[in-house]
């Protein structure tokens, strides 16, 4: 009987394939060997803008006078606080034949109740440390002592992560520090955007990649991961460093989203914590052994596939992208420029 998605596949996909901070829009981002980025700015923002803002602009794709791509990059995490006049995007949508969303992933299986709740099971097994080790455990003194640290400040009563992977400790570390940031990666855009597509009837798409596996397969990929020995030491080491210095880029990309600065997002050293965390999990045969295709190459081709789809059919189309897809080298918009459109921004 199919179920849909399960909690518990759609986590042993993102967690078995590829980094999942975004795993829907993953980004390319360097090895975590890679040559240092350019330096920040010397001064960052420490105080996230709130009130009410106009976000960034758009940015214009096309080939010819009567077919126009209209793309705004949006963000997360983003201020808390803010209200976004989305004025000018709900008449441009409105207008519009067409609003394409980022792309998604998900693996469903075939299972009965029985089978989703021993592979619930399985997927809260698997979070944990094997045989029942504790972080004190598992990583060096150094790192566990530092991890004291900002466990102390972040999630200072949560005694249950103590027994959870380095790699599943940093990423609640990593969210409970955006939290206090006072920033937010709840979405805002669809919710605004939503009374208005119903209201013109706009078709609204969102590309997808879909896996289909049995139980059986889903049963066994856990089981192959409770028993791997992860390299997610580095994840942890590279969450602690981004959680340290690099909240203040994020609330700096955050307030620069906000006031449509595009110029001022750098996503460089955020990515060097994806990277580290990606390295942990990237794990090329044990993909091919459960026929579980690479996130990022299948979502960057399928929203490609849709954009350009919708570039020749309608007049007008709008996407919203996560603005780490559109801004650097390898991204949707060189993609499409390679592809013979213009591309003019914000």
């Not at 909690?7 to 890679?34: E, G, H, I, N």
């Not at 214009?60 to 989305?86: C, N």
């Not at 709840?186 to 798409?205: C, D, H, L, W």
Request: net charge neutral; proline share 7%.
């Amino acid at each position: 009987m199919r179920t849909g998605k399960l909690l518990a596949t759609s986590v042993l996909c993102t967690c078995l394939v590829a980094a999942a901070a975004r795993a829907q829009d993953a980004t390319p981002v360097p090895s975590a060997s890679a040559s240092p980025a350019p330096s920040e700015p010397k001064l960052l923002d420490t105080v996230v803008v709130s009130g009410r803002v106009a976000g960034p602009g758009l940015w214009q794709v096309y080939r010819d006078e009567d077919h126009d791509l209209w793309i705004m990059g949006t963000l997360s995490p983003r201020p808390a606080d803010i209200e976004w006049d989305a004025t000018e995007v709900r008449a441009l949508v409105a207008r519009s034949q067409e609003v394409l969303w980022a792309p998604r992933y998900s693996v469903n299986v075939d299972a009965n109740l029985l089978q989703q709740a021993m592979l619930g099971i399985g997927y809260l097994r698997a979070k944990k440390n094997p045989d029942g080790q504790l972080l004190k455990d598992v990583l060096p003194p150094e790192l566990y002592a530092r991890w004291l640290q900002a466990k102390a400040k972040y999630l200072p009563h949560d005694s249950g992560v103590e027994r959870k992977r380095p790699l599943i400790a940093a990423q609640e570390l990593f969210a409970a520090a955006v939290k206090r940031a006072n920033l937010s990666s709840r979405g805002f855009v669809y919710p605004a955007m939503q009374p208005t597509i119903e209201a013109n009837g706009v078709k609204s798409t969102v590309p997808r990649v879909q896996v289909d596996i049995t139980s059986q397969t889903a049963k066994a990929a856990l089981a192959d991961m409770r028993e791997m020995q992860l390299d997610d030491r580095k994840c942890l080491a590279a969450t602690l460093d981004a959680v340290e210095t690099d909240i203040p880029r994020m609330v700096s990309n955050a307030n620069a989203w906000a006031n449509g600065q595009v110029s001022r997002i750098s996503f460089a050293s955020l990515q060097r914590r994806d990277a580290a965390c990606s390295d942990a999990l990237i794990r090329p045969e044990f993909s091919a052994k459960y026929g579980l295709p690479n996130i990022k190459d299948s979502v960057e081709a399928r929203w490609l596939d849709e954009a350009t789809a919708a570039l020749a059919r309608n007049a007008s189309t709008v996407a919203f992208v996560p603005m780490e897809n559109l801004i650097g080298p390898g991204s949707y918009l060189d993609r499409l420029r390679a592809q013979g459109y213009t591309v003019s921004g914000p």
